[in-house]
């Protein structure tokens, strides 16, 4: 049951960044697309150690770390 509510909820996410990058190439001066904002935030080397620092937490914590202990009868 919890995972179906945790699957539902990041397709959820996903589905709302797509409609956003949907809606920022229809009217990019009213919401700047996200190669445009990534450009912005990748000049300053700090952003970019910044976005490095956190692409690794998110690695380690959803794709390499066991976050829930297996069950065992």
């Excluded at 509510?5 to 990019?28: F, Q």
């Excluded at 700047?32 to 970019?48: H, K, Y």
């Amino acid at each position: 049951m919890i995972h179906s509510i945790v699957v539902a909820g990041y397709l959820l996410i996903v589905a709302g960044m797509i409609a956003s990058e949907i809606y920022a190439r229809s009217r990019p001066d009213r919401f700047a697309p996200v190669d445009d904002m990534l450009g912005r935030i990748m000049r300053s080397r700090t952003a970019r150690i910044g976005m490095i620092a956190a692409w690794w937490w998110f690695g380690w914590h959803f794709i390499f770390a066991a976050t829930v202990a297996p069950i065992t009868p």
